[in-house]
């Protein structure tokens, strides 16, 4: 599975003062800048109701949380930088609301709240009760080494109850054909499968090219999107 270009350097689990660098610096530029397609398209699938409360792993300064917020939801997001943060709701002319939650520090403007801090260090105490979860590329941010350990804390933190909205972006292995593309990659199976059902919605399959210049090969790529949703446990 294709890593997040921007993030496959930093190991926000192992050296969080170089994320907070990261973002210092404003080395900042998978910043999306525009909602993001396939949520705006397939997120009504999920037949939330209005009031639904979603969990943004990873938020950055992502703007789907406004969109998410338009279709009636209460949107709380965790955040390493205090940077990305306060950019966030400078960008967006919000102002906030800040207080001391645990180890946290909540940002809260309305029915948007963003806590500051370590998404490992995360209990349900500080998070509450949630209907959903929006993942945006924070698993494939993550090092591969630290994805599994990412899977554990969601297990810890997410209500049995809620789904998971997983977007992802894959690499299509050398050889590999489409028809073996469409299918759910054999690590989200791994790392899902013992405690979660998966669905795969949807797969779009591009043509990209290298970023080398000096190479003019283009690479198939898979942009999926996952429902997957926990099994209650015994």
Same mark, same amino acid.
């Given at each position: 599975?294709?890593?997040?270009?921007?993030?496959?350097?930093?190991?926000?689990?192992? &050296?969080?003062?170089?994320?907070?660098?990261?973002?210092?610096?404003?080395?900042?530029?998978?910043?999306?800048?525009?909602?993001?397609?396939?949520?705006?398209?397939?997120?009504?699938?999920?037949?939330?109701?209005?009031?639904?409360?979603?969990?943004?792993?990873?938020?950055?300064?992502?703007?789907?949380?406004?969109?998410?917020?338009?279709?009636?939801?209460?949107?709380?997001?965790?955040?390493?930088?205090?940077?990305?943060?306060?950019?966030?709701?400078?960008?967006?002319?919000?102002?906030?609301?800040?207080?001391?939650?645990?180890?946290?520090?909540?940002?809260?403007?309305?029915?948007?709240?963003?806590?500051?801090?370590?998404?490992?260090?995360?209990?349900?105490?500080?998070?509450?009760?949630? &209907?959903?979860?929006?993942?945006?590329?924070?698993?494939?941010?993550?090092?591969?080494?630290?994805?599994?350990?990412?899977?554990?804390?969601?297990?810890?933190?997410?209500?049995?109850?809620?789904?998971?909205?997983?977007?992802?972006?894959?690499?299509?292995?050398?050889?590999?054909?489409?028809?073996?593309?469409?299918?759910?990659?054999?690590?989200?199976?791994?790392?899902?499968?013992?405690?979660?059902?998966?669905?795969?919605?949807?797969?779009?399959?591009?043509?990209?090219?290298?970023? &080398?210049?000096?190479?003019?090969?283009?690479?198939?790529?898979?942009?999926?999107?996952?429902?997957?949703?926990?099994?209650?446990?015994?």
């Amino acid at each position: 599975m294709r890593i997040s270009k921007t993030k496959e350097v930093i190991n926000i689990s192992h &050296d969080n003062s170089l994320w907070l660098q990261f973002w210092r610096d404003q080395r900042n530029d998978f910043h999306q800048l525009a909602l993001n397609p396939l949520l705006s398209k397939f997120w009504p699938g999920l037949g939330l109701a209005p009031g639904s409360r979603v969990f943004v792993p990873l938020c950055g300064k992502s703007l789907d949380m406004l969109w998410l917020l338009e279709q009636g939801h209460e949107v709380i997001g965790v955040e390493l930088s205090p940077v990305a943060v306060r950019a966030f709701f400078l960008e967006n002319h919000l102002k906030p609301v800040k207080q001391r939650v645990g180890k946290f520090t909540l940002w809260k403007h309305g029915k948007l709240s963003i806590l500051c801090g370590d998404y490992f260090s995360l209990t349900p105490l500080e998070l509450g009760v949630f &209907d959903a979860v929006y993942d945006l590329a924070a698993l494939t941010a993550l090092p591969e080494d630290i994805r599994q350990r990412y899977i554990v804390q969601l297990r810890l933190i997410v209500p049995e109850t809620a789904i998971i909205f997983l977007l992802t972006t894959e690499d299509a292995e050398e050889n590999q054909t489409l028809s073996q593309a469409l299918g759910v990659d054999e690590e989200i199976n791994n790392l899902y499968s013992e405690n979660f059902d998966i669905e795969l919605v949807c797969v779009e399959s591009v043509f990209e090219s290298a970023p &080398d210049l000096l190479q003019q090969t283009a690479k198939r790529v898979e942009y999926k999107v996952y429902q997957v949703s926990g099994r209650l446990k015994k």
